[in-house]
Structure formats: C-alpha cells, structure tokens
C-alpha cells in the first residue's frame, strides 16, 4: 500500500481543491493507497495561521491591487531564501510528520513546502524508512511576471 503526503496551505481554497483532488484521484485510481491531506502552517502555527489566513481573505477581496504588489515583492529569489531561513519551525515541524508518517510520496501543493524538503534533505539527506522521497535540484518558485 503506498502512503501518499498531500501538504496544502489554506490561504484561499486553491491549494486545498487541488490537494482534495488529488488526494480523490489517487484513491480512484488505486484504492489501496493512502492519501492524507495535511496543512503543514495549520499544525505548526495554528494561532498565527488563523490571522494571516484572515488577513490574507481580506487583502485579497477588498484590495486585490494590494495583495499584487505584495506578491510582486516577494517573488524575488533573494529575498525568497531570505525568508526560507525564518521558517525553523516550520522545517523542523515538516522533519517530523515525514519521520512520523513515513510517506511513499510527498505532493505539495503549496511552494513553500517543496523548498523546506530540500532543506531538510540537503542538511540530513533522506532518512531510513523515506528514501523513497526524492526532490529535485530544479525547484523553483513560480514567477507571476
């Protein structure tokens, strides 16, 4: 049976529909498999999640021009790897649900999540239970330019 990780961020619903539907497809397609959605942020920073989740839902429907700008802001690789460093916790709350859940496979649907693994495998390199985790070099965050 393989155990398949969907991490989601719920800031909007479109992360959380895509890993629903793909936590749906994969148990369509094989029903033995195991698919367990998780919002990571929520576990990990569940008061702080709430405001920002609530901020977020704001600033996007009552000054979308806002939320674009901020956007633009921080779609700066420099800045971006900048702040993957202030995200200690949240790397070291990821390192344990993978040591806890031993998945077969890790989806994110958020992009935050992607570049946290390849932290944790670039300090630790995959642990025994979760080789079967692979990342890639060629992660990226997506450009809205």
């Known amino acids: 049976m393989k155990k398949v990780l969907i991490l989601t961020a719920s ?32 576990i990990v920073h569940p008061t702080l999640n709430s405001v920002m989740k609530k901020g977020y839902q704001a600033v996007v429907c009552y000054a979308p021009a806002l939320w674009s700008g901020v956007y633009r802001f921080f779609d700066k690789p420099r800045l971006f790897k900048r702040q993957m460093q202030g995200l200690g916790k949240l790397r070291r709350g990821l390192g344990e649900l993978l040591s806890r859940e031993q998945p077969d496979v890790v989806v994110s ?14 300090a630790t390199g995959p642990k ?18």
């Not at 992607?114 to 670039?122: D, N, V």
């Open 109 to 122: 649907t958020y992009p935050v999540y992607a570049h946290l693994i390849q932290q944790i495998f670039e």
């Open 11 to 42: 800031y909007g619903d479109g992360h959380n529909a895509a890993a629903r539907s793909l936590r749906d497809a994969i148990v369509m397609l094989d029903g033995q498999a195991k698919a367990k959605v998780v919002d990571l942020f929520e």
């Open 128 to 145: 025994e239970g979760n080789s079967n985790i692979q990342h890639s070099e060629k992660l990226q965050t997506p450009s809205c330019s």
